[in-house]
């Protein structure tokens, strides 16, 4: 196994995970949802790349766009986060799990097509799934606790700039 390469592409589909965490962040969500997105995250990060080494081939065929997919995921989230900002209560002590599912979804999509071609990159497809989901967990956490110190320094604009950015990172996503 080259590890070196897993541990590149572990911390690589880390960063999307980091990057939406952290515009998420500025929801200023309880410790509690903050765990718990970050356990949804690495949950999705061990079983996509192995749901995308059994069965990937076969449902590419079927999904004529999974582009579109994730930009509606990201812009649903964006303008979640946009409406959020305007609402009066300083911290969420509740988000429902249609929305932590739908997050880990967007940002483990990138594994599932990882998981197509990980035969090419190691015999040790469980051990790779273990090393995504890790490194996904930790950078959605961390991710989750800058966003929320930003929204300490910055206030409500920095959710309504967050929301601004998925919006446009699913505009990207789709347009590529």
């Known amino acids: ?14 960063m999307d995970a980091f990057s ?5 962040g500025t929801l200023n969500l309880s410790k509690k949802d903050m765990k718990l997105l970050s356990i949804i ?3 999705y990060h061990f079983f996509m790349p192995l749901l995308g080494l059994f069965v990937g081939k076969i449902i590419l065929q079927f ?6 997919i994730v930009f509606l995921v990201l812009s649903v989230i964006g303008v979640q986060m946009i409406f959020e900002s305007f609402k009066k209560a300083e911290t969420f002590n509740y988000m429902n799990i249609t929305e932590l599912l739908l997050f880990g979804l967007a940002v483990s999509i990138d594994s599932f097509s990882v998981g197509i071609g990980l035969t ?4 040790h497809f469980v051990l790779c799934s273990c090393l995504f989901s ?9 991710g989750l606790r800058l966003g929320k110190r930003i929204n300490l320094i910055f206030g409500k604009i920095s959710t309504i700039i967050g929301g601004i950015v998925l919006i446009l990172l699913g505009i990207l996503y789709v347009t590529h």
Do not use: E, Q
């Open 1 to 14: 196994m080259h590890i070196f390469i897993v541990l590149t592409i572990a911390v690589s589909l880390s």
């Open 20 to 24: 939406l965490a952290l515009a998420y």
């Open 41 to 43: 995250v690495g949950i």
């Open 63 to 68: 999904i004529k766009n999974p582009d579109f």
């Open 120 to 123: 090419s990159i190691s015999d």
């Open 134 to 142: 890790f490194f996904s967990f930790f950078f959605t956490y961390l």
